[in-house]
Nanobody, 121 residues
Framework: QVRLVESGGGLVQAGGSRRLSCTAAGPFGTYAMGWFRQTPGKEREFVSAISWSDSPIYADSVKGRFSLSRDGSQNTVYLQMNSLKPEDTAVYYC????????????????WGQGTEVTVSS
């Protein structure tokens, strides 16, 4: 069973930066990993994802501000968030899947517990 552990959430001022981390534990192979976010009353929204071998993809709302990368072991991803806006406030969820690396949340198999990011204006 794959387990995803997120960290890095917290309170940040608008215009600031924050880095989220997600580490996969368990029998983890060439999985894609990514991030979604969710605010109360709204559906989970795609943020970014990266496959085992391709470049990351981003939602239009974060393109140019967020950057997703994987470490050398490939079981940890980092979401560097710059120029944060109040509308980036959400619970951020790490996700992973053996086969899928796209934008549809219901296609991912594994999810973390979420880490909250609050951007104050």
């Amino acid at each position: 069973q794959v387990r995803l552990v997120e960290s890095g959430g917290g309170l940040v001022q608008a215009g600031g930066s924050r880095r989220l981390s997600c580490t996969a534990a368990g029998p983890f192979g060439t999985y894609a990993m990514g991030w979604f976010r969710q605010t109360p009353g709204k559906e989970r929204e795609f943020v970014s994802a990266i496959s085992w071998s391709d470049s990351p993809i981003y939602a239009d709302s974060v393109k140019g501000r967020f950057s997703l990368s994987r470490d050398g072991s490939q079981n940890t991803v980092y979401l560097q968030m710059n120029s944060l806006k109040p509308e980036d406030t959400a619970v951020y969820y790490c996700t992973a899947d053996r086969y899928y690396s796209g934008r549809a949340s219901n296609a991912y198999q594994y999810w973390g517990q979420g880490t909250e990011v609050t951007v104050s204006s």
